[in-house]
């Protein structure tokens, strides 16, 4: 294991405001994505959208690396560059998403166990030689009724540490992200709760599989009320439980974490990664890793049309800036009209 390399990919991706893009979306979810703006999820299509988010001039001052799935690592841009290379060309590190799904977990009703481990280390070797030089692997935990149970939370904590070694040992950082749904009606303190609980499993985990913490990303949920929930907690609420939360568990040899949206709007996501950077120093980077809200205005403002490629490009930027604006703890909610 070259640590010294592990590490400075790690810090790079989340060092000097920059953050991540996940557009790592598999093809069930992108043809989702498209459904939105009523355009059909063909190959073509799904490069066109991929090189539209790529390509965005100046994008690179704020994202630092690309999360990529399967057949976009393989595509090309209309000039035939390969994105890998066209990426990492203007300093975006370019990243796979390795993980093969989250499945039914057997004898656990409405859990699920994030799959992928059979053949990883040949594909990890495939995608080092594509360029890939950080991997991305997601569990999910959601909250209800007696869930999530201790079982579930080890069986995927133990996942993402298998994982994380192989990336490891391939040279690539991996991305542990242990996701804590915000699908239900529960209340801010239960994702605390929750939150906590599966954080003290991953870095159990993390540890007994003897990963390098210095050469890994995190890749957390926000501690947030659910989507359901009657009683939404401020903004101010949640950045300080998530920073009171990750301080709990996340060894300070953790060069960065760098947040999941999960559903949050496009602003309130900014809002909330700006209000924790303002609050003080703290002893890891915290970043963006954003799918859903870097990418919604660009996919709305684009609309599958050929004429608004740049208007599309324009809204990414906007929402790459600002969110590199909030790595910094300085974005203010009243940009947001300016931006528009
Ligand atoms: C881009 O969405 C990712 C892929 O999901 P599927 O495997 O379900 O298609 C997802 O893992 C994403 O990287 C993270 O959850 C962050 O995205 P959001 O939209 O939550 O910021």
Redesign the pocket.
């Known amino acids: 294991m070259n640590t010294t390399e592990l590490a400075a990919t790690a810090q790079a991706m989340v060092a000097g405001k920059r953050g991540i893009l ?5 093809t069930s ?1 992108i043809a989702k994505r498209f459904a939105s703006i009523k355009l059909e999820s063909t190959q073509e299509n799904r490069r066109l959208y991929r090189e539209l988010l790529f390509t965005t001039a100046g994008a690179a001052e704020y994202i630092s690396g690309v ?1 990529l799935y399967d057949e976009t690592i393989r595509q090309k841009t209309s000039d035939g560059v390969p994105f890998p290379a066209y990426l990492a060309d203007r300093k975006m590190i370019p990243g796979i ?1 390795v993980d093969t ?1 989250a499945k039914p977990l057997a004898g656990f009703p409405g859990e699920t166990i994030t799959e992928g481990l059979d053949g990883l280390r040949e594909r990890l070797a495939e995608y080092h030689r594509l360029g890939a030089r950080f991997a ?1 692997w ?1 569990a999910v935990i959601d909250i209800g009724a007696g869930i999530p149970s201790a079982y579930a939370v080890a069986a995927n904590a133990e996942g993402l540490a298998r994982y994380a070694a192989l990336c490891q040992e391939a040279g690539i950082v991996p991305i542990v ?1 242990p ?1 804590v749904l915000m699908d239900g009606a529960h209340g801010i303190e239960r994702c605390e709760e929750v939150t906590n609980f599966v954080l003290e499993r991953v870095f159990a985990h993390l540890h007994a599989a003897r990963i390098f913490l210095e050469g890994m990303v995190l890749k957390p949920n926000m501690v947030i009320a659910g989507k359901k929930c009657p009683q939404q907690a401020s903004a101010a609420q949640v950045a300080e439980a998530t920073v009171r939360t990750l301080k709990r568990h996340v060894p300070s040899a953790v060069p960065g974490i760098a947040f ?4 949050q709007s496009p602003a309130e996501a900014t809002h909330n990664l700006s209000l924790m950077n303002a609050a003080g120093p703290l002893p890891w980077a915290l970043t963006f ?5 870097l990418q919604e205005t660009a996919l709305a403002a684009w609309g599958g049309q050929a004429a608004a490629f740049a208007k599309g490009q324009q809204a990414f930027f906007v929402r790459a800036k600002l969110n590199s604006m909030a790595a910094g703890g300085s974005y203010q909610s009243s940009m947001e009209s300016a931006a528009a």
């Open positions: 996940a557009a790592d979306e598999s979810t999360i998403k799904g991305k997601r992200e996701e999941l949206s999960g559903g890793s954003y799918g859903r809200a």
